[in-house]
């Protein structure tokens, strides 16, 4: 077998789609989780704080730091170092969210695998050999 016919049959096998077609939705449901986080879940936050609480640009200077700059885009353009923890706050809150969504989703369908396997299986067909000797039992009897 070529080595090209083993990647086709590789490639093409049902593991290996539904892992791509997994990183894809995967990477959709990221978004969604990100829209999430910066579109409902923050304002409420902002809301219920009753200010305006952006993480993305906290951050704070390493060293020293001229006094005109409060964003981190103007330290970053400014060159300074900075170590920017409101992203990671972000980001980390985003993590959270999305565990959080998954174990639920694992959960629902642990919940639906067990109600499968609880339900009764149809009772299986009776064997062949079985179903012959009781014919076999059942004509001895109308014969005593």
Do not use: C, H
């Not at 049959?9 to 990221?30: H, R, S």
């Not at 980001?91 to 174990?103: E, K, T």
């Not at 639920?104 to 369908?109: N, R, S």
């Not at 009781?134 to 001895?140: S, T, Y």
């Amino acid at each position: 077998m070529s080595i090209i016919q083993e990647f086709k049959e590789f490639a093409v096998k049902g593991n290996m789609m539904d892992l791509a077609i997994g990183v894809i939705i995967g990477g959709a449901f990221g978004k969604i989780i990100d829209s999430l986080v910066k579109d409902v879940l923050m304002p409420v936050i902002n809301f219920i704080i009753g200010g305006e609480v952006n993480f993305t640009n906290k951050f704070v200077v390493l060293g020293s730091s001229p006094e005109n700059i409060t964003t981190l885009a103007q330290a970053q353009e400014a060159g300074l170092t900075v170590l920017a923890y409101g992203n990671f706050i972000t980001i980390l809150i985003n993590f959270l969210i999305l565990a959080w969504v998954v174990f639920l989703m694992v959960k629902v369908m642990n919940r639906m695998r067990k109600k499968e396997e609880e339900a009764p299986a149809a009772p299986a067909p009776t064997p062949e050999d079985i179903q012959l000797l009781r014919e076999i039992r059942d004509e001895l009897k109308k014969q005593a």
